[in-house]
């Protein structure tokens, strides 16, 4: 039994006929999760930010494998799930093309001032002014994963200079160029004119965007987050932004989502605020149905499954070969 948690609004994956061709799929809410779990080997967790598995967890003794249909998998590791046998996937490469897209929007809409373009036309308002060239600028990337690595690759492109900050700092790296330590992250921010954050969200990396990095940042810098939103310390970003010791912020998502109307963020200066969009690009939810079918052919196959993600650290490495149950 393959047991699929739908969507907080109902919305169930399609595409998934060749998996119900071998297995039985059953559709349920957060409330039917627990009668559920008893007869499931597998579940899917279309409702990917959901919390309900920590809840139901005592109902989930014959359950191997559970698939996150998101990169992010912090919303449901917790110390019962990771000391257990069950293998965790996610869908890390779905994302990744559409997200560092939406970084080099970020980065070209403050370099050219494209919002500023938009509200002198509404005002009809004609004023020349100059612009920032993308060529030559310098980008440190935090999380060197795909989406991190897509990212560099395309801003490389494009012609700026890209470096990464991840867990462990190294040299040469392909498409880096070099990587520094995240832990030291206030040491290497000053070099950067765009921190872009795309690093999972973990123990260690929830505020690494603290008071002392965004202090060690140039004045003329900008933030740009498409991880996580505890990631940042909001309260020591709004601070550096209203105090004009950051030139602005780009931001994708926030610890609390839907970002509440009374959040000082919405008034603060240089921040441009959207709804958690980054990666959702007409046909986001096909591919994700299609990559967790591919997946679960496997596993009913007996094939390793692809995406195991490392319970430990919270994100997948690419080192993990697990068996199927």
């Not at 989930?60 to 449901?76: K, R, T």
């Not at 993308?134 to 994963?145: D, E, N, S």
């Not at 260690?204 to 004045?219: H, S």
């Amino acid at each position: 039994m393959i047991t699929v948690l739908c969507g907080p609004d109902g919305s169930r994956p399609g595409g998934l006929e060749p998996v119900a061709e071998r297995a039985a799929l059953r559709y349920v809410d957060a409330a039917g999760l627990a009668a559920a779990l008893p007869d499931s080997r597998a579940l899917l967790l279309w409702d990917f930010f959901s919390t309900a598995v920590a809840d139901t967890w005592p109902a989930a003794a014959g359950l191997d494998w559970i698939h996150v249909a998101a990169a992010g998998v912090d919303s449901l590791l917790f110390a019962g799930l990771a000391e257990s046998p069950v293998v965790v996937t996610n869908a890390r490469g779905v994302f990744d093309q559409p997200i560092a897209e939406f970084v080099l929007t970020s980065i070209l809409d403050q370099l050219k001032a494209v919002h500023l373009t938009r509200a002198q036309q509404q005002a009809r308002t004609w004023q020349h002014r100059e612009t920032l060239l993308a060529a030559g600028r310098t980008v440190m990337i935090i999380g060197t994963g795909p989406i991190g690595r897509t990212t560099a690759r395309l801003l490389r492109a494009v012609g700026f200079e890209v470096r990464g900050a991840g867990r462990t700092a190294r040299a040469e790296d392909p498409d880096f160029g070099s990587v520094v330590a995240s832990a030291e992250l206030a040491r290497h921010a000053g070099w950067a004119d765009h921190l872009v954050v795309a690093a999972p969200l973990t123990e260690q990396t929830r505020k690494l965007i603290n008071a002392e990095v965004l202090a060690a940042l140039k004045p003329t810098a900008q933030l740009i987050n498409v991880g996580r939103g505890p990631l940042v310390d909001h309260e020591a970003l709004i601070m550096a932004l209203t105090e004009g010791r950051l030139a602005g912020a780009a931001l994708d998502v926030f610890p609390a989502e839907p970002l509440p109307a009374d959040d000082p963020l919405w008034s603060t200066p240089g921040v441009i605020i959207s709804p958690h969009l980054s990666g959702d690009v007409v046909g986001w939810r096909d591919a994700l149905a299609r990559q967790f079918a591919d997946n679960a052919l496997r596993w009913l196959d007996g094939k390793p499954l692809i995406n195991i993600v490392d319970k430990r650290l919270g994100y997948v490495t690419g080192r993990e070969q697990v068996e199927v149950p």
